[in-house]
């Protein structure tokens, strides 16, 4: 299909969605648009043949023991088929790597073995940030490994190391993204030699989930050089996709379907002290001693279930704050291990801002009694997530006890799209609030949903279609959403279209949903052209776009049209330069600086332009730097923003970094002005790759607060833990203490 003919389409869809908008009552109208847009989403999902079935990689059993230690010695490797001859994927993807990686496999009874030799014939150390397990990508020589074992182009695992050895591993979902706070066994050893680097490494299959019985799975290899500032991978992938692109896999092609694991029972258990002192309320201490435990049990070897008892997450990195300058809630992602398995059949419905589900409203408030999670593949196209969470009660606020109970069912159609369904009911137990009590929550708080997610075989077209309803025990209005997206990416071209609609009774309780009963429609559109000769220039091009929120009755509310220019230059650092118009009606009181000034009131509307720019440095150097800027109107003043990072490496033992946040907003009396700093500095250390240590500092004048957080590790077996963490909270205006906690917890996890 030409770029023409698609640009035509979603301007057709785009008037459907905008009448159908407009007059909202009118089902006639409504439900034409969803019948156009199903129709669309049905005429380009094609099933096809597998885009790189040709590129086919033989694994077979051995009965020699292989030694993981970076060398290639043994007769295994010397007999294995090997993958090779990569392709360029940056800075572009025409031709060959230029770099070669030679990648072998084998597998026994237990696990599956991986090797691979990265070729370097340029003079100089490797680049890399540090020994840190889940290192970024984009700042370190790496091989990485995906795998899709259930063979349908969405969901995986992924495996890898830096050039110094560092591990890295994720979960994969939505057919490229890669959860990396997943964690499980698996051994691995980076061994470096004067023309090379090789990464060996062994993954048991109890670690992973797969399917039964088949004998081929998707595989793609990675390879990052940062000194040639080259992607490349082992099959062709097109350069506006990432190398985790699920849709370009090759095939691992088993001799025999891969062994059962067998029993695939494993426990962790936990014991913890915490120490802490509150030195606001009379400095009263408190001492805690406290165990728990989890355990994953492999129903099948695609099913797995995930138990925890009294459940604790004190080891988990504190979030990074930010300047609010919002007038709704903020966004901060899941941490919490149990959470993060095939987190995405539960966390993947709905929108960026209308999530129907989001697991950090589970003990929130209260703590964790006991859980359980039975996730994963039923078979080759369907899906399930079942999550029932019970939390305590807690008297000093009148919060009673409280139960989750998540119901996720998925059913893959098409080459890569989905149907997807959820229920999620938050129900409080033994709870007879009084009329009087201002206190009192809702009795339960249900919801359902319905959703069709579109991801053509090339990945070229991804979308959405959802439906969602809640009902509340003191529920009222409009208790329903709806939205859809559309997006079409070439190398040249990236279209979005997306509409959305929040009831003002829609009420997600166990949900991130910061903004109701509004319409909103947000077009986009990208263009790139390259620049094959020139010796600086990869690509560079416009960008347009418009976010646009109605009320009710169709008033426009808020509006936000940019436009601007990007430039990606050949040594992988990049330019944005961008210009903005701005309006909004205020539908409450609201303070612009978030910071106890006076309010603007309700009705009042403001227009302003700003512009800005963003630049990342290169990546590859010892010292890295990101800077961006923006000044122009805000509300009824100016703001001006500046903010940046600094970085620098002694690879691979210790890694300095700085954030700084600026903005100076200025308003008329008798409203505040003001200069907000967010200040962040961090030191990593890291001794060899199972001993980290990290400092981080976080000022905040707007949140009145300095946290200091020291965070130990001692990965002593893998897997199994101990961690030393320190938190210290100041008043910065004279950094008197407000609070401190230390916490010494022992992790272990013991397969049966």
């Known amino acids: ?121 340029l003079p100089g150390g490797y680049i890399v940030e540090s020994l840190k397990r889940d290192f970024s990508f984009g700042g370190n020589d790496n091989f990485l490994v995906f795998i899709d074992p259930f063979d349908d182009q969405t969901n995986g695992f992924a495996f890898g190391a830096n050039a110094a050895g560092a591990q890295w591993d994720g979960m994969m979902y939505g057919g490229h993204s890669v959860n990396l706070n997943w964690d499980n066994k698996w051994s691995s050893k980076v061994k470096n030699y004067e023309d090379k680097w090789i990464f060996e490494c062994r993954i048991p299959f109890k670690t992973m989930r797969y399917k039964k019985g088949i004998t081929q799975w998707g595989i793609n290899f990675s390879r990052l050089d940062l000194k040639l500032n080259e992607k490349s991978s082992w099959t062709p992938v097109p350069r506006q996709f990432p190398t ?50 989890d355990a994953k049990v492999a129903i099948t070897s695609s099913l797995n279930l995930d138990l925890t008892v009294n459940p604790d997450f004190s080891q988990v990195e504190v979030d990074r704050q930010v300047i609010n300058l919002d007038r709704f809630e ?18 993947s419905f709905g929108m960026e801002r209308i999530r129907p589900f989001f697991s950090r409203r589970i003990g929130l408030e209260s703590p964790i009694m006991f859980g359980a999670r039975l996730s994963g593949k039923l078979n080759k196209n369907w899906r399930i997530g079942v999550m029932d969470i019970q939390t305590n009660k807690v008297d000093s606020v009148s919060l009673p006890a409280q139960n989750y109970a998540v119901v996720a069912l998925q059913r893959q ?25 201002s206190n009192k929550v809702s009795i339960y708080n249900r919801n359902f949903g319905l959703e069709y997610n579109l991801a053509s075989s090339d ?60 319409y909103s429609m947000k077009p986009e559109f990208r263009y790139n052209f390259f620049a094959p000769k020139s010796e600086q220039i990869v690509s560079h091009g416009p960008f347009i776009g418009s976010n646009i929120y109605f009320d009710d009755k169709f008033n426009r509310t808020d509006n936000e049209s940019f436009m601007g220019y990007a430039i990606s230059f050949l040594n992988r650092s990049s330019l944005r330069v961008w210009g903005s118009d701005d309006y909004v009606l205020l539908l409450d009181d609201f303070d612009p600086t978030n910071s106890g000034g006076e309010k603007l009131p309700a009705g009042s509307s403001y227009s302003w332009n700003a512009f800005g720019l963003n630049y990342n440095s290169t990546p590859g150097n010892l010292f890295t730097y990101e800077v961006s800027g923006r000044y122009g109107g805000y509300y009824n003043g100016t703001r001006l923003f500046l903010g940046g990072s600094i970085g620098y490496r002694f690879q691979p033992y210790v890694s300095l970094s700085a954030d700084v946040v600026f903005n100076s907003i200025e308003l008329p009396e008798p409203y505040k002005s003001t200069d907000l700093w967010l200040i962040s500095p961090r030191v990593d250390v890291t001794l060899t790759n199972t001993i980290f240590f990290t400092t981080f500092v976080q000022y905040n004048n707007q949140a009145n607060n300095v946290n200091i957080n ?7 077996k893998p897997a199994s833990d101990f961690y030393i963490v320190y938190t210290e909270n100041y008043l910065p205006e004279n950094f008197n203490a407000k609070n401190r906690a230390l916490v010494l917890k022992l992790t272990y996890w013991y397969n049966i």
Not at 32 to 58: C, D, G, H, M, P
Not at 498 to 516: I, K, L, M, S, W
């Open 330 to 347: 903020l966004f901060f992602p899941e941490r919490r291990q149990f959470f993060l398995e095939n987190s995405d059949l539960f966390a």
């Open 459 to 518: 990945n070229i077209w991804t979308g959405k279609l959802m439906y969602h309803k809640s009902f509340t025990s003191n529920s009222s209005g409009t208790d329903y959403t709806h939205a859809s997206e559309l997006v079409y990416s070439t190398k040249r071209i990236k279209a979005e279209w997306r509409h959305e609609f929040v009831g003002d009774g829609y009420n997600a309780e166990v949900g991130f949903v910061p903004r109701t009963n509004y």
């Open 710 to 716: 020291s965070r130990f590790q001692w990965r002593f």
């Open 1 to 121: 299909m030409g770029w023409t003919n698609m640009i035509i389409i979603i301007f057709i869809q785009c008037i459907y969605s905008t009448f159908a908008t407009l007059f909202i009552q009118k089902e006639i109208l409504m439900r034409r648009a969803w019948i156009f847009t199903i129709l669309f989403f049905i005429t380009i999902n094609i099933v096809a043949q597998k885009i790189n079935s040709e590129y086919i990689l033989n694994i077979r059993e051995i009965e020699d023991p292989i030694v993981i230690d970076g060398d290639v010695n043994e007769a295994t490797w010397k007999n294995a088929n090997i993958a090779s001859e990569f392709s360029m994927v940056l800075p572009m993807d025409t031709s060959k790597a230029v770099v070669r990686t030679d990648v072998m496999m084998a597998y026994d009874a237990d696990a599956f073995y991986l090797v691979a030799i990265c070729y370097d014939d």
């Open 244 to 293: 985790a692109s699920l849709a370009y896999t090759g095939i691992l092609q088993w001799d025999k379907p891969p062994p059962d694991p067998g029993t695939n029972i494993s426990l962790i258990p936990y014991g913890m002290m915490r120490y802490s002192r509150d030195l606001e309320d009379g400095g009263m201490e408190d001492v805690n001693w406290d165990i728990g435990f």
């Open 413 to 437: 159609i098409f080459a890569r799209s989905n149907i997807s369904a959820i229920f999620i009911n938050k129900e409080s137990l033994n709870y007879n609030p009084s009329p009087e009590d």
